[in-house]
């Protein structure tokens, strides 16, 4: 699943164009007052696959190199020159992943290394150079993510759970990879020169460091896309979920000067991501991926200064009279003056026998188009009422062999916009099953064939190579203490917060809570979390940014008392 920005292009003289764009001389003057000039030797080593992202380096005199290292008799691999007037960074330097490439000297000369805090002085004063360094970053990352061998190989099974979840992590996330299925020769080889047997898979080999039963998590931390701490002091706002609501918070909020740190407990995106295609968007009349718009939002807040982390579980807030504590599942603790609650809604699954079992393995709870090449020219069905599993069923049929639509209800239209009703009316390859559900699972190690049973009591198995589910969902609060919740746990907030049960604290406080605000004074909920919410795209994005509002009353209200 690859992420476009059509404002870098997507054809590869237009990326190499734009990786290789050099300075002027004005605008070089201007990048070199954040900078320090260091003399370099001819063959130095700047920087090595796996360092921390670290500097940006601008060529004066000398030229450079970012080449992939090969331990075979083929030698490196030169990938990108640097000359004069031209720059060597990647978008690690805003995400704050570790080096793909090995950076040294072609010709000996002069360098003006820019540190990560002058470099975020830089993005922040200048809009001009902020442009120009984040699409040539973006152009560099896009021209890796094309090379048909990549620094960072992940052997695996696609098809289980286990790699699926591996696979959406490093696609959400946007990490320049080769995935090599185990069964494949590439595959095979690598696994028998690294060591490790298929018990051991998933495999990521970094250059020459082997790594066995990659997750996530353990994959996130090597890679320095986990919360580090950076002795930078209490954050001024931690936002908890980095869906649109989550992303809208961390853009108002970082591009405004607070120090903003965003965390997700699976990756940048949230459920928004795993939409194939939004048409009602402001803004994009021929719409856009659910990938699409979340990873444009991450950059953007990347560019404005805030910190995300991925995956990152919080597993408790503590709540202060000055400020608060987030903690993380790793006993990592965030000292914070705000926070914002964005964790979202995660779709529910069906009381099926062997639906855990079949998981990632014919079921799915997205419909990207990494799911959608898993089961191309197979038949399947998609289960949901709302708009998540219209645009599914539309995006699947340009795929799959045919698409059976399946709904509780009696009416297709009942939660699902208008537009989408009619195109999946008029759309041959998908059938619409009313009054139907899914009762029964079949197949081996894979899923094959489904039971659907309708109202009226008669049933039928039908070819199924991938059920896609969104039959509704549950709010990610479990882990919330003390934050007044509704009925349905979801989080309650201003004016859904009743006068006697918000205690004494407030009493002190002279005030009712500001919009957005929660039971907890500093501690704001915004998007599908809320109690109340409209559980759109763009009415959560719009709660990210008025949630930062009621933050900067907030933080005037405690600077004054």
């Not at 039908?462 to 969902?473: D, E, K, N, R, T």
């Amino acid at each position: 699943m690859a992420t476009s920005f059509p404002e870098i292009g997507d054809r590869p003289e237009d990326l190499a164009a734009l990786a290789s764009v050099r300075l002027t001389e004005e605008q070089l003057a201007r990048a070199v007052r954040y900078a320090e000039p260091e003399d370099v030797a001819d063959r130095q080593v700047l920087s090595e696959v796996g360092d921390d992202s670290g500097d940006l380096l601008l060529c004066g005199s000398a030229r450079l190199e970012a080449v992939r290292p090969s331990a075979g008799r083929d030698g490196d691999q030169v990938l990108m020159h640097y000359g004069p007037g031209q720059f060597v960074g990647e978008l690690g330097l805003l995400t704050g992943q570790r080096r793909h490439l090995r950076v040294r000297v072609r010709r000996p000369g002069t360098v003006h290394r820019v540190e990560p805090r002058s470099f975020r002085l830089l993005m922040a004063r200048d809009a001009e150079l902020s442009d120009l360094f984040l699409r040539s970053f973006l152009a560099r990352r896009r021209l890796l993510r094309q090379a048909t061998a990549q620094t960072l190989r992940v052997v695996g099974d696609a098809e289980s759970a286990t790699g699926m979840r591996l696979r959406t992590f490093l696609a959400r996330q946007g990490v320049a990879h080769a995935w090599l299925p185990h069964t494949s020769a590439e595959g095979t080889a690598l696994l028998r020169a690294a060591g490790p047997g298929t018990a051991d898979l998933p495999v990521a080999v970094i250059g020459s460091e082997v790594l066995t039963g990659v997750t996530p998590g353990s994959l996130s931390e090597r890679l320095d896309l986990a919360y580090r701490h950076t002795g930078d002091g209490t954050a001024d706002l931690t936002v908890v979920g980095a869906g649109p609501a989550g992303l809208a918070a961390a853009v108002h909020g970082a591009s405004e000067g607070l120090r903003t740190v965003l965390l997700d407990a699976v990756a940048t995106g949230g459920q928004a991501a795993t939409s194939a295609r939004i048409e009602n968007y402001l803004g994009f009349p021929f719409g856009l991926s659910g990938a699409d718009l979340t990873a444009r939002a991450a950059v953007q807040a990347l560019k404005f200064g805030a910190r995300i982390a991925s995956p990152c579980s919080v597993v408790a807030l503590e709540p202060g009279p000055h400020q608060h504590v987030v903690t993380l599942s790793d006993g990592e603790r965030i000292r914070t003056r705000a926070v914002v609650l964005a964790t979202g809604a995660a779709y529910r699954a069906l009381p099926v026998d062997r639906w855990t079992e079949l998981t990632g393995r014919g079921i799915f709870y997205a419909a990207t188009d990494m799911e959608a090449q898993s089961v191309a020219g197979a038949p399947v069905a998609v289960v949901g009422g709302a708009n998540s599993a219209g645009q599914a069923a539309l995006h699947l049929a340009r795929h799959a062999q045919a698409v059976t639509l399946v709904v509780r209800g009696g009416e297709l239209g009942a939660r699902m916009s208008a537009y989408l009703v009619e195109r999946i009316l008029g759309d041959p390859r998908i059938t619409v099953l009313t009054g139907t559900e899914v009762t029964g699972l079949h197949g081996g190690e894979r899923l094959d064939a489904v039971t659907l049973t309708h109202r009226a009591g008669a049933a039928r198995r039908v070819a199924c190579a991938g059920l896609f589910c969104f039959i509704g969902a549950e709010p990610a609060t479990e882990w919330l203490r003390g934050v007044a919740l509704d009925d349905k746990g979801f989080v309650r907030t201003d004016l859904t917060l009743a006068e006697a049960g918000l205690g004494p604290r407030w009493r002190a406080e002279g005030r009712r809570p500001l919009p957005y605000e929660t039971s907890v004074t500093g501690v704001f909920a915004a998007g599908d979390v809320r109690s109340s919410s409209l559980k759109r795209v763009a009415a959560a994005a719009g709660d990210g940014a008025g949630a930062v509002r009621s933050v900067h009353q907030y933080l005037a209200l405690t600077a004054r008392a």
